[in-house]
C-alpha cells in the first residue's frame, strides 16, 4: 500500500496494525485464535479471515477454539457451508500453542471459556477496551466500529491478499448480521467493506446461511416469547424461562424490538444455571453496553455497545419463583435506566 492520500485513514491504520502484528509473530510456534462462547456470523468470519491471513503472510495454519454451542440455525449453516474447521477449547492443551489471539472478546469479558490467567498476546475487538486487555501484547481495539470482521477485512486488503468466495461471504454476512444491513451501528469502514464484499459472496450459500430450515423448537420458542412479554412504555421485557440454546435471547430480543411503540427489549431465557441476557434498543442515545453492566454489577458479566449488548446472572438455580424475581429486579432498574416511572404494564398478548 502506499502514501497515496486517496487511501483511506482506515486503511493506513489497518496496514500499521497488521505489518506490526505479522512481524511480531515471524518466527513464533503455534498459534490458537480463541472465539466467544456460543459464536456468531462476526467471530466466525473474523477467524477465518486471521487464519487466511496467516497462512497466506506467514504459511502458518493456525486452530479455532470455541466454548458453548452454535445453537442458531443460520450460523449453524454458515458454519457448515462455509467449512469453518472449529474445535472445542476444551479439547487443546493451551500450553502447545505459543501465541494466543482473542477476536471479537476480550479476557475478563465472561463470554469466553479461557481460563482465568492465562496469557493472551493478540486481541482484536470492536467492543469498548477491558482494562485486562491492556495488558496483552498486540492489542487492535476499535470500539467505533460496527463489526470486528470489518478490522480484519481491512488487514486482508492492507497486506494484498486475494479474498475467495467463501470468505468474502463470511465477512459480507458478518457485516450484513451484526449491522441489520448497516443500519445498526455501522461505520463508514463497515459500509465500504460491505459494499467491495457483496459482489464476491456466492449469493446461493447467502441464500442458504439467511434461509435456513428452522426446528419446531423455534416457533415454540417464538410463541412463548410473545406470550410472556410485557411492555412498560416504550420498554419491552420477555422471560423465556428454560432455554435450549444462549443465542435464542438476542434472537428473540432481535424480532420483538420491531414492534411498533417500542424503543428497548430486555430478553432473558434460563441456561445451565445462568440467566442469559440481552438489550437491543432503537435509541441511538442509550448505551446499551454500559446499561447491562449495571445490570449485572456483582451477579455476572455483560458487555455491548451503544445498540446491542449481552451479559448473564451467574448460580441462577432453575425455579419458576427464583426467575419470576429475576425478572422483576432486572425491569425494575430497567426501568430506572431508562426513565420511566410509573406505567401500567401491558401484555403483549392478553391472558385468555
Given at each position: ?8 485513514e482506515s486503511l493506513r491504520r489497518s496496514k500499521e496494525h497488521s505489518d506490526a502484528m505479522l512481524e511480531w509473530l515471524r518466527g513464533k ?175 446461493r450459500l447467502l441464500y442458504e446461511i439467511i434461509h435456513p430450515k428452522l426446528p419446531a423448537e423455534h416457533f415454540r420458542t417464538i410463541h ?129
Amino acid at each position: 500500500m502506499t502514501s497515496d492520500s486517496r487511501v483511506p485513514e482506515s486503511l493506513r491504520r489497518s496496514k500499521e496494525h497488521s505489518d506490526a502484528m505479522l512481524e511480531w509473530l515471524r518466527g513464533k510456534g503455534k498459534t490458537i485464535i480463541i472465539i466467544h462462547d456460543n459464536p456468531d456470523p462476526d467471530c466466525l468470519a473474523s477467524a477465518m479471515a486471521l487464519r487466511h491471513l496467516l497462512a497466506m503472510k506467514l504459511n502458518r495454519d493456525a486452530v479455532i477454539t470455541f466454548s458453548g454451542m452454535i445453537g442458531r440455525s443460520e450460523n449453524i449453516v454458515m458454519a457448515k457451508e462455509l467449512e469453518i474447521t472449529l474445535i472445542p477449547l476444551e479439547m487443546v492443551d493451551l500450553d502447545e500453542f505459543s501465541v494466543v489471539c482473542m477476536l471479537d472478546t476480550q479476557p475478563g469479558t465472561g463470554n469466553n471459556s479461557l481460563p482465568p490467567g492465562c496469557r493472551v498476546d493478540i486481541v482484536i475487538d470492536h467492543h469498548p477496551m477491558r482494562e485486562a486487555s491492556k495488558k496483552c501484547r498486540w492489542v487492535d481495539i476499535r470500539d467505533e466500529y460496527g463489526v470486528t470482521a470489518t478490522i480484519l477485512y481491512e488487514y486482508l486488503m492492507a497486506q494484498h491478499i486475494q479474498i475467495g468466495t467463501k470468505l468474502a461471504t463470511a465477512l459480507f454476512y458478518a457485516i450484513k448480521s451484526e449491522t441489520q444491513d448497516l443500519g445498526r451501528e455501522a461505520n463508514q469502514p463497515d459500509r465500504n467493506a460491505y459494499l467491495r464484499l457483496f459482489p464476491a459472496a456466492n449469493k446461493r450459500l447467502l441464500y442458504e446461511i439467511i434461509h435456513p430450515k428452522l426446528p419446531a423448537e423455534h416457533f415454540r420458542t417464538i410463541h412463548s416469547g410473545v406470550e410472556n412479554a410485557t411492555i412498560y412504555g416504550k420498554l419491552l421485557v420477555v422471560n423465556l424461562r428454560a432455554i435450549c440454546f444462549p443465542e435464542v435471547v438476542s434472537e428473540i430480543a432481535d424480532y420483538l424490538v420491531r414492534l411498533e411503540g417500542v424503543e428497548t427489549v430486555l430478553s432473558m431465557g434460563h441456561y445451565n444455571d445462568e440467566v442469559i441476557l440481552s438489550i437491543r434498543t432503537t435509541n441511538t442515545r442509550l448505551n446499551a453496553g454500559e446499561i447491562i453492566k449495571r445490570l449485572v454489577a456483582g451477579r455476572g458479566a455483560a458487555g455491548g455497545h451503544g445498540m446491542m449488548a449481552g451479559g448473564k446472572l451467574e448460580n441462577v438455580p432453575f425455579d419458576p419463583a427464583t426467575l419470576k424475581e429475576v425478572e422483576d429486579f432486572l425491569t425494575k432498574r430497567m426501568m430506572v435506566e431508562l426513565s420511566i416511572g410509573d406505567v401500567i404494564p401491558a401484555r403483549l398478548i392478553k391472558p385468555h
